[in-house]
């Protein structure tokens, strides 16, 4: 189940997202696995610190994050966040499920390969959930930035 602050933001501000119920799914990968789709269309989001701030970078499932093209487009310095560190600025969600919405706060960083994709599976707080949203509705809605190179292949 949803957690209940994730929907109501669902509901008001992307009233067309589909809601899927699958087993559970601790990796983007494993996401894409439960619902078939390509690694591609699943967004990854990652939280970093940037200058000591929390944010959001997104790839695609079947990508790893390059920082250093985040820092290049921003002239921010970014690292990966510690768990620990950032599970409290994501409640209600599971650890490892948070969705890439700015309810929570924090910027929202996008490979910009994403855009290529009309709709994008992602974690909705939980293991079990993911929503599917209209990819340019979700950058608007979110105010995702789009990075060049954020994702790269392993």
């Given at each position: ?29 494993a ?26 970078a ?87 930035q ?9």
């Amino acid at each position: 189940m949803i957690p209940t602050m994730i929907e109501a933001h669902l509901r008001q501000k992307h009233q067309g997202y589909q809601h899927h119920v699958h087993g559970t799914a601790k990796s983007a990968q494993a996401l894409a696995a439960s619902e078939h789709v390509s690694g591609r269309r699943v967004a990854k989001p990652v939280v970093i610190r940037m200058a000591g701030d929390l944010a959001l970078a997104v790839v695609a499932a079947s990508e790893r994050l390059n920082l250093a093209a985040l820092e290049e487009a921003t002239g921010i310095t970014a690292e990966l966040a510690d768990e620990v560190d950032f599970a409290p600025r994501f409640q209600p969600c599971e650890r490892g499920s948070e969705p890439p919405l700015a309810l929570f706060g924090v910027p929202i960083f996008m490979d910009s390969k994403l855009e290529s994709e009309p709709l994008l599976l992602m974690p909705a707080g939980t293991h079990q959930d993911s929503i599917l949203l209209d990819t340019h509705e979700w950058m608007a809605c979110e105010h995702a930035q789009p990075v060049l190179n954020l994702g790269i292949r392993p």
